[in-house]
């Protein structure tokens, strides 16, 4: 008769996901210290040693970080995690046209939800932005990092934490589309700003309609110089651009 093995859960990880349930409750508070290594070995009733590597979890995991000798609770950074998922999701062998399909949906919705919360201070943002794109774009440079940026102060003007944890992975892998653009069609710089100024005007307005209007317009025009350029689709994005 087969019998199957009996899969035991490490010590160290019954110690870090107790924890880390207690932390996502709110029981243990963000930049309050933990207890002591000694404390958690006895509440929990095992050795330093897997209370240590329960607490290293913790903080690979960006929920624990070190301040002198005390180890605190901290919330994850969105480019922290923006960053893990963009590198799973490169290992996967996501496609130009998978990141594509992506950003059709969420941008729009960005644009839109903007539109109907975003703030003056928040709009003063955006217009640094678009005075910075058309310098560069004046001066024959590119517009890279300025465009993720103009696309970011866009989502966090939606006042939504999951779409803005959403959508930043995606972002940070249409980079390598906008690489592969830039230096075969110089106009796409003044293309890109045209798009730019568009969705600032419709979102200064408060005109949501034209804000996702002028959103997808600027990724159809993504999408058509991707095309132009030769590059697949369907082939997966590079792991360095």
Known sequence: ??????????????????????????????????????????????????????????????????????????????RDLAHAAERALRMRQVTFRDVWEVACTVEPMCAHLAAQRISKAELALLKINLDKTAD?????????????????????????????????????????????IAPALPQSGARLLEAHRHVYDALKKHDAESAVAWTQKHLMDHKRGLEFVGLDMNSPIPESD
């Open 136 to 180: 560069l774009v004046d001066a024959g440079q590119s517009p890279i990092s300025a465009t993720i940026e103009f696309h970011a102060l866009v989502a966090e003007a939606t006042h939504n934490q999951a779409l803005l944890l959403a959508r930043a992975p995606v972002s940070l892998l249409m980079r390598s589309g906008y690489a592969a």
């Open 1 to 78: 008769m087969d019998i199957p093995k009996l899969q035991m859960t490490p010590a160290y990880r019954v110690v870090s996901d107790d924890l880390r349930q207690r932390i996502v409750r709110g029981e243990i508070l963000e930049g309050q210290a933990f207890p002591t290594e000694s404390d958690l070995a006895e509440r929990f009733g095992v050795h330093r040693s897997t209370i240590r590597e329960g607490l290293r979890q913790l903080e690979q995991e960006g929920l624990l970080k070190r301040m002198g000798k005390r180890l605190v609770v901290t919330i994850p950074q969105h």
